[in-house]
């Protein structure tokens, strides 16, 4: 673990593009089995694969993933998307999301903290949830943390349901500024490559700039 950090902070010295931390927060509960993980790994295998062939995008993104199903797990830590090698997922157990949730949190407040320790700047922090079904555990502690750090311009959160059991309702109470909403079908390739391209167009802008997200772009995937 220590050879790691020491790793990361050689890679923030050798490349100081300002950087975009995105952490996956994915349900792998035992409802995911069959088709919804099969197709979740597909998506996340495109989304890395589109971020690398990004020549301003690979050298600008972060990707973090904790995976909540049955326990909560850090599946894969911030690094260079070159040196990552994407986890397998497996379906199981209930569903703690608020323990996921504060994990990415705790992932994405640690990556700030070194970013800061080296002098690079970074866009503000993205947190994607993806969930087909409602919490096991209590997530008012995630709440209230995404709570301060959306008031503060500090996290943009993208809240997805996976399927028509999805608690629309708790994934509301986990995005203040921005409704939940609902995968078509199946169709995570086609979300994972929509925000592939959204993480480009945000690595091509200023720190701090609002660069608005392709609308169009998620009527191929979403539904409210």
């Known amino acids: 673990m220590k050879e790691e950090f020491i790793i990361r902070q050689q890679e923030l010295v050798e490349n100081p593009t300002p950087r975009v931390p995105i952490c996956l927060a994915l349900d792998v509960s035992g409802s995911m089995s069959g088709a919804p993980i099969a197709e979740l790994q597909q ?3 495109m989304f ?3 971020v690398r062939d990004d ?5 600008a993104a972060e990707i973090a993933i904790v995976t ?4 909560a797990r850090k599946a894969l830590d911030f690094f260079s998307i ?5 986890p397998l997922f497996f379906a199981d157990g209930g569903t703690p999301m608020g323990e996921g949730i504060e994990l990415a949190l705790d992932l994405l407040e640690a990556r700030k903290t070194e970013y800061r320790n080296a002098g690079v700047d970074y866009y503000q922090p993205w947190l994607v949830v993806m969930t087909d079904g409602a919490a096991t555990d209590n997530i008012d502690g995630a709440s209230h943390r995404i709570a301060d750090l959306v008031a503060s311009r500090k996290l943009t959160v993208f809240p997805i349901a996976i399927g028509d059991q ?5 994934l509301a109470h986990l995005s203040p500024m ?5 995968l078509k079908g199946l169709n995570f390739r086609e979300f994972f490559l929509w925000l592939s391209r959204s993480v480009s167009r945000v690595s091509q802008s200023t720190p701090g700039e609002s660069v608005p997200l392709d609308t169009d772009g998620i009527k191929a995937w979403g539904q409210v």
Do not use: D, K
């Open 68 to 71: 909540f199903g049955g326990v």
């Open 178 to 182: 921005r409704p939940p909403l609902r």
């Open 48 to 50: 890395f694969a589109a």
């Open 55 to 59: 020549e301003i995008a690979r050298y």
């Open 166 to 170: 999805a608690n629309i309702a708790q």
């Open 82 to 86: 070159e040196r990552q090698q994407i």
């Open 43 to 45: 998506g996340v295998n």
